[in-house]
């Protein structure tokens, strides 16, 4: 009989074993020859709008674990045939879902078919078992709870993992101690009654396979062979077979690191830093605006160490915690390193408050004053330039009174966090008179005649300041301070310590006479500038 005219139980000659129709359109008749041939396997092609081709064989077993799979030789073994083969008809061209729901295609569906035959025994007692099944299959009591029938399906819906990157599963089915586990991008923490727990690696998924352990106690058809016959339908011949269920974890996602550089100096580009953590090493450099990013980092605590100029002070290593979706985010700000000038005056008449002194370096100029004690200071001025040179700073003393010979400028460079000394010393101008008296003809005096006596007047302006007298040689020289030269002990004479000093040289002596003595009114009044 042909298949278009007669619904057909099919079984196999030897064991009567139930073989089902997996092919549709096709005909099959009684006394087709079959072979098994899995390279030509119709089951690793088939698919359709609802499931693909792995989720059409993963329904297909779970079907055969809660239908009919046993022989065909009583009349209630047609009856569940029937239902069943009803069952793998509407996996076939798409009317059940992963879940094995029910989806509406276009064909004809089982529930009205089965309604024209109502008022049938047979018709009824199909229906009774196919209802049945429907609802084992949908349950699943057998397989283990929070796993899938394929690996897409289980990728689809995989969990998050926590935040130490592992998932525990408890299966309510408590079918999990009858599965082993494999996996892949992860690890299996542990396995315990009903308990299982999984690590994924940071950034994939982890996906777990459980694999049945107990087939040969189990009797559970759930494998299957296809029967192939040139263009006649392709049957399915049951087997005992191992069942799978698939479990996914996502992993810890990665993260992102951005370091941010601020400076005193406002420099802050091609700053390299090294970022360590996970065991990888990032060698890196910040952009114009001070920035570093860092993406796709996994999750962890990353130290992080910036290459610190030698114009800066040095930075200690920060710790940052990359969270997985998250951008972490490290600053460093760099002071530079400075240090101090200390500017110790001193002056022959120890006037020494309130001087003015000027630093420039490094395109700045700085302006201190002394205290009363002679002392200035000024602090934190950096010791390296851009290019970290040590920058050379010029000292002069500013407005210097007119009594003091004017000090040379000085020099220096700073040492960082360090105070760096330079004296400064105001002399007093002097004053020096020199006269050699001679005679017109000779330079020694002819006869009876004598250099000495001669009186000669210095003048500051039209008015005579004092009158000095020569030597037997015709020779004096005169020198004036206005101040004790900071050895009062040694020249105690007028108010300050002003003194002159008065030498005239002999015949035949190697250095000349000394004589040390107070100012005389006149000359106080001369130079009054230089006296205290």
């Not at 025994?121 to 084992?136: H, L």
Request: hydrophobic share 30%; with cysteine.
């Amino acid at each position: 009989l042909n298949a278009e005219d007669y619904w057909c139980i099919i079984h196999t000659s030897d064991s009567t074993r139930a073989v089902y129709c997996i092919e549709p359109g096709k005909h099959v008749l009684s006394g087709d020859m079959y072979n098994e041939n899995a390279a030509e396997d119709y089951l690793n092609k088939v698919k359709n709008k609802t499931l693909s081709t792995e989720e059409i064989q993963a329904v297909l077993k779970r079907t055969f674990l809660y239908a009919y799979t046993g022989k065909l030789d009583t009349a209630e073994s047609y009856l569940k045939y029937a239902a069943t083969q009803l069952l793998v008809w509407e996996v076939i061209v798409g009317q059940r879902d992963l879940d094995f729901k029910r989806v509406s295609n276009g064909y004809t569906s089982v529930e009205k078919m089965l309604s024209n035959f109502k008022d049938d025994y047979a018709g009824q007692k199909v229906s009774e078992y196919y209802y049945d099944y429907e609802a084992k299959i949908q349950k699943d009591k057998k397989s283990v709870s929070f796993a899938k029938i394929s690996k897409e399906s289980a990728k689809t819906s995989a969990v998050k993992a926590g935040a130490d990157g592992t998932y525990t599963f408890n299966d309510k089915n408590k079918q999990l101690e009858n599965f082993d586990t494999s996996v892949n991008n992860g690890t299996v923490v542990s396995k315990s009654g009903n308990s299982l727990k999984v690590k994924a690696d940071d950034g994939k998924t982890a996906v777990v396979t459980l694999t049945q352990n107990n087939l040969s106690d189990s009797g559970e058809f759930t494998g299957f062979l296809t029967l192939i016959s040139n263009s006649k339908q392709t049957l399915a011949k049951l087997k005992a077979g191992k069942r799978k269920y698939y479990v996914a974890v996502k992993g810890l996602e990665n993260g992102n690191l951005e370091i941010i550089k601020t400076s005193e100096d406002g420099i802050v580009a091609n700053i390299e830093f090294t970022v360590t953590g996970n065991g990888k090493t990032y060698n890196v450099k910040t952009d114009s605006n001070g920035k570093i990013k860092i993406p796709n980092l996994t999750a962890g605590e990353y130290t992080v160490t910036e290459k610190v100029p030698v114009r800066y002070e040095s930075q200690q290593s920060k710790k940052v915690t990359v969270q997985a979706g998250k951008t972490a985010s490290v600053s460093f700000s760099n002071t530079l390193k400075k240090g101090a000038i200390k500017i110790n005056k001193q002056s022959e008449d120890g006037e020494v408050g309130n001087r003015t002194f000027e630093i420039k370096g490094n395109g700045k100029t700085y302006t201190i004053n002394t205290n009363s004690d002679g002392i200035a200071m000024i602090s934190d001025i950096p010791v390296y330039d851009k290019d970290n040179n040590k920058i050379t700073y010029t000292i002069s003393e500013k407005n210097v009174p007119i009594k003091y010979v004017v000090p040379a400028n000085q020099k220096v460079t700073l040492t960082a966090d360090a105070t760096t000394t330079k004296t400064f010393k105001n002399v007093f101008k002097k004053f020096t008179a020199e006269i050699i008296k001679k005679d017109s003809e000779y330079d020694s005096a002819q006869g009876d005649g004598s250099l000495a006596g001669a009186v000669y007047g210095i003048y500051k302006g039209d008015e005579l300041v004092d009158t000095y007298t020569t030597d037997e040689n015709g020779y004096f020289k005169t020198f004036i301070h206005g101040g004790d030269h900071g050895l009062p002990k040694y020249h105690q004479y007028g108010e300050h310590g002003e003194h002159v000093h008065e030498f005239t040289w002999i015949p035949g002596e190697k250095h000349p006479r000394e004589i040390t003595r107070e100012l005389t009114d006149l000359e106080r009044i001369q130079y009054a500038d230089i006296i205290k």
